[in-house]
Structures are given as C-alpha cells and as structure tokens.
C-alpha cells in the first residue's frame, strides 16, 4: 500500500536557521517523492520532485531508499518560505498520487 | 490556458441538501484527482480518473459520494445527502501521466461548509 508520513504538523524556526521538514513513506515498487507547497491565499503547486535533483529556493531533498524518507532541507530559512508544505508519492507503474498530512513551517524574523 | 478551473470558490448549503462540485481540468491532461484538505487529514485522495475512467476511488468515504468525468474537460464531485462532517476544502488536479509522472496541476479548491 501507498502511505505518506509527515510527522510533524507545525515547525517554527527563527530566519537564517535550518530546515528540516520529515516525510517517510512506504510503497512496494518504485516510488517517485514530490514536494508540494501552499502559500497562504495560493493554489498548492509543485516545489521539487525526487527525478529532478535540483535545488529550488534553496530547498533540497534526497531519496533514501534505505530508510524509505525523503527529507526537504533548507539551510538558512527566510520568512518567505512560510506556508504548508506536502510531500506526495506516486510510483513508476502508477498514477496515484497521494499525499502526507502536511507540514506546517512558520519562519519568524 | 487558466489552469484548473473549479466552481464554486466557496458553497454553504445545509445538512441534507445535495451538493455538486465542478472540475475543468487543463487541456491534454489525462489524469484527474479529487481531494479533501481537513486540519487533521491533510489532503486525502478521494479518487482519480484516467483518460476519464475512474481507476481507484477506495477514498471515496461513503456511497453519499460519487465522482463522475463524462469527458476529458469536465469532471463533477457530488454528496448526497451533505452532512456538516462533510465540510472542507475540496481540491481538484490534473496532470499528464504515464510512465514518468508530472506535475500535478491544482485547482484553487471549494470550501464547502455545510450548516
């Protein structure tokens, strides 16, 4: 079965300090791991995905299949990265695409 | 093209009363999903369509809702009867999928509260 676990509901952090969001997922075949955001007032849209590799707005996350996570990473926090953020998993032979219960970040000056 | 289009934005109605949610998705997308965003479910897929056939939709939570999409440019989310338990933000997306999966594409969401 598809599952995605974020366990955290809100993480406050001050600007300028580091950024963990967690998410853990369990899936038999060969998964493909998103991070959505939601500013506030705005439509959820795509932040990064796992195939990519790359780095946007400093955010980064790497696959671990070895402890099925897929951790979104931001060195120095800005106020402006304060929203919801989603991790999603779908797989190679599926279109399902489900998502955590989300993560709250809230960066404060 | 303007993205998903869902209507209504927001919809009160009263416990009892049908409700009807639309979806416009983005042109030449072939998947579709519907969701519902709580404070403590996060986004959950309700259910998903493909070149507008209904794939899976074991989150559907009960037989007061169905889902139909009578071509690829129109999908609906109905609840009969509405319950107040039922209220929430409902998403819908669309992206284009096979093998290699893309971006999924949101709606702006209906808030439904039902009274």
């Known amino acids: 079965a598809q599952r995605v676990t974020q366990p955290e509901k809100l993480l406050s952090v001050f600007k300028g300090a580091p950024v963990e969001l967690k998410c853990n997922y369990s899936?038999?075949?060969?998964?493909?791991l998103f991070w959505y955001v939601q500013y506030s007032r705005q439509r959820l849209q795509l932040l990064l995905r796992h195939i990519s590799r790359e780095s946007i707005k400093g955010f980064t996350a790497d696959l671990n299949k070895g402890e099925t996570s897929f951790h979104l990473k931001k060195p120095f926090a800005q106020e402006e990265d304060s929203a919801m953020y989603y991790c999603?998993?779908?797989?190679?032979?599926?279109?399902?695409?489900?998502f955590g219960t989300g993560t709250r970040l809230q960066v404060f000056p | 093209d303007a993205g998903v289009i869902q209507s209504p934005r927001h919809e009160v109605t009263e416990m009892g009363q049908e409700v009807t949610l639309r979806c416009k998705p983005i042109?030449?997308?072939?998947?579709l999903f519907w969701y519902r965003q709580t404070m403590m479910r996060g986004l959950e897929l309700l259910i998903y369509f493909n070149n507008n056939v209904p794939i899976d939709d074991s989150g559907m939570p009960e037989d007061r809702f169905s889902a139909k999409m009578p071509n690829a440019s129109f999908s609906t989310l109905k609840i009969q009867p509405s319950e107040p338990r039922d209220s929430a933000v409902y998403f819908c997306?669309?992206?284009?999928?096979?093998?290699?999966?893309?971006?999924?594409?949101f709606g702006q969401g209906t808030r439904l509260t039902v009274v």
């Open positions: 042109s030449g997308h072939n998947s």
């Open positions: 999603a998993l779908s797989g190679y032979n599926t279109d399902k695409l489900i």
């Open positions: 997306a669309s992206s284009r999928t096979g093998g290699v999966n893309t971006e999924a594409f």
């Open positions: 899936y038999s075949g060969s998964p493909e």
